[in-house]
């Protein structure tokens, strides 16, 4: 159609056909069971059927399950709060974990802080110094030397509802 942008069987509101294009897919985690399209036009950008309206299709970059542009980051269609689009980054051999100049990041959630002494070690866990850290907080207690991730998201949708596994002996 010459005047408008379909999905399937439903029209894109507000795009403008002249200048759609197909941006990409989103990589997202195997757990996700998703494989999101990024769609743009010159003043809209989609994932998907929807519209991200903070998203800006000129600077727009798509990096594995991440998208971003000048000034937001997104972790699929959900914003990271916080992240500095200038320094984000997506951690090499991972499309779910990154960081920027600040923090460590897992599936769009801040893990850490981001220094030196941070490592990342999957399932949301995060050991930088003597601490280990759960989602950006700090584990009471925990022995970081001894810290160990034993796995839960390889168990389907796992860690959506419970989180990882993990011990410190």
Same mark, same amino acid.
């Given at each position: 159609?010459?005047?408008?942008?379909f999905l399937n069987r439903n029209e894109l509101k507000g795009s403008d056909p002249k200048t759609f294009r197909f941006v990409g897919t989103l990589q997202m985690p195997p757990f996700l069971y998703t494989e &999101?399209?990024?769609?743009? &036009?010159?003043?809209?950008?989609? +994932?998907?059927?929807?519209?991200?309206?903070?998203? $800006?299709?000129?600077?727009?970059?798509?990096?594995?399950?991440?998208?971003? $542009?000048?000034?937001? +980051?997104?972790? =699929?269609?959900? !914003?990271?709060?916080?992240?500095?689009?200038?320094? #984000?980054?997506?951690?090499?051999?991972?499309?779910?974990?990154?960081?920027? &100049?600040?923090?460590?990041?897992?599936? /769009?959630?801040?893990?850490?802080?981001?220094?030196?002494?941070?490592?990342?070690?999957? $399932?949301?866990?995060?050991?930088? =110094?003597?601490? +280990?850290?759960? #989602? /950006?907080?700090?584990?009471?207690?925990?022995?970081?030397?001894? #810290? !160990?991730?034993?796995? /839960?998201?390889?168990?389907? /949708?796992?860690?959506?509802?419970?989180?990882?596994?993990?011990? $410190?002996?």
């Amino acid at each position: 159609d010459r005047s408008r942008v379909f999905l399937n069987r439903n029209e894109l509101k507000g795009s403008d056909p002249k200048t759609f294009r197909f941006v990409g897919t989103l990589q997202m985690p195997p757990f996700l069971y998703t494989e &999101d399209c990024v769609m743009a &036009d010159a003043k809209h950008v989609y +994932v998907h059927d929807q519209l991200i309206e903070d998203l $800006d299709p000129a600077t727009l970059k798509l990096m594995g399950a991440h998208v971003k $542009d000048a000034k937001a +980051v997104y972790f =699929g269609m959900n !914003k990271i709060e916080g992240a500095n689009s200038k320094t #984000f980054v997506e951690l090499e051999g991972s499309y779910a974990s990154a960081k920027d &100049d600040g923090y460590l990041y897992e599936c /769009g959630w801040r893990i850490s802080p981001n220094r030196l002494t941070s490592k990342r070690l999957g $399932d949301y866990y995060a050991v930088m =110094g003597n601490a +280990v850290y759960y #989602f /950006g907080k700090v584990i009471p207690g925990a022995d970081a030397k001894a #810290f !160990k991730v034993l796995g /839960g998201s390889e168990v389907l /949708g796992c860690e959506n509802r419970f989180g990882g596994y993990a011990k $410190d002996a």
